[in-house]
């Protein structure tokens, strides 16, 4: 695993991240200030796509727009069996999409850091030693939050 401060290390993006390029998110100034820095190093997989694109679809038609402009930007690679394999490792603490989220991140050998603004996805990559980044929020935001990991 590249070292995160490398500028050659990628990024492993979420739906949570990548719905910032969406008019009216929370943080969105933030996130873009960022990801004009930071965009090339970006990568997701079908799940964030998918994601995004669902969540400018309950938006509306200028959302679906930004949505599909932003996607041209980043690099969308394939879920690997790994990946799927390492998802089932953190399954029991993580709702599913989360999981395979964790798993894309802990399974692509250039991947240093993660985008979320999703508290458990970011306690899990922090736990593992990738680095979160999350523009807008406060260093180690994930350690005050109170979202549960999985409520059974």
């Known amino acids: 695993m590249p070292s995160p401060d490398d500028e050659r290390a990628r990024v492993y993006a979420d739906g949570s991240a990548l719905s910032r390029y969406l008019p009216g998110a929370p943080h969105r100034a933030d996130w873009l200030t960022w990801a004009r820095r930071n965009g090339p190093r970006l990568l997701t997989t ?4 998918s994601e995004l694109r669902g969540t400018a679809r309950m938006l509306d038609h200028d959302a679906r727009d930004v949505a599909q402009r932003a996607l041209l930007e980043i690099e969308v690679v394939r879920l690997s ?3 799927v394999g390492r998802a089932t490792d953190v399954a029991g603490v993580l ?15 250039d991947v240093g850091a993660v985008a ?3 508290a458990r996805l970011a306690r899990v990559a922090a736990l593992y030693r ?8 406060p260093d180690r935001w994930w350690e005050r939050d109170e979202t549960p990991f999985l409520v059974r």
């Open 95 to 109: 709702p599913p999409f989360v999981a395979v989220h964790a798993g894309a991140a802990l399974t692509h050998p």
């Open 81 to 83: 069996d790994q990946a």
């Open 116 to 118: 979320t603004y999703d």
């Open 46 to 49: 079908q799940v964030g796509v």
């Open 130 to 137: 990738l680095d979160v980044v999350s523009p807008g929020l």
